[in-house]
Nanobody, 123 residues
Framework: QVQLVESGGGLVQAGGSLRLSCVASGRTFRSYTMGWFRQTPGKEREFVAG????????YYGDSVGGRFTISRDNAKNTLYLQMNSLKPEDTAVYYCAARTSGSYYDSRSYDYWGQGTQVTVSS
């Protein structure tokens, strides 16, 4: 198993930036393919960014491409999400997740989830 703990959320004005972190403990971090999702009340969990299972390929949701960047530091067992040019519609709870199979964009492929961190973007 792996335990995931997110941090870095908060309140920011539109156009600002935040960097989310997700620290993993338990089994070897590099054994997992990681991703970020977000969710707002009443809506399904939305894919934000993730790694492919081969190499260091990265993928982004249509609404965040070009503004967000996913990265990982295996030495620190940490996943990051750099969020720039934030918009009010980016307001959500952000979750990091880990998987060993399946599709990067499908939340059902992920086996482990963090508790989430709230991001609020004011206009």
């Amino acid at each position: 198993q792996v335990q995931l703990v997110e941090s870095g959320g908060g309140l920011v004005q539109a156009g600002g930036s935040l960097r989310l972190s997700c620290v993993a403990s338990g089994r070897t971090f590099r054994s997992y393919t990681m991703g970020w999702f977000r969710q707002t009340p009443g809506k399904e969990r939305e894919f934000v960014a993730g790694f492919g299972r081969v190499g260091d390929s990265t993928y982004y949701g249509d609404s965040v491409g070009g503004r967000f960047t996913i990265s990982r530091d295996n030495a620190k067992n940490t996943l990051y999400l750099q969020m720039n040019s934030l918009k009010p519609e980016d307001t959500a709870v952000y979750y990091c997740a880990a998987r060993t199979s399946g599709s990067y964009y499908d939340s059902r492929s992920y086996d482990y989830w963090g508790q989430g961190t709230q991001v609020t973007v004011s206009s």
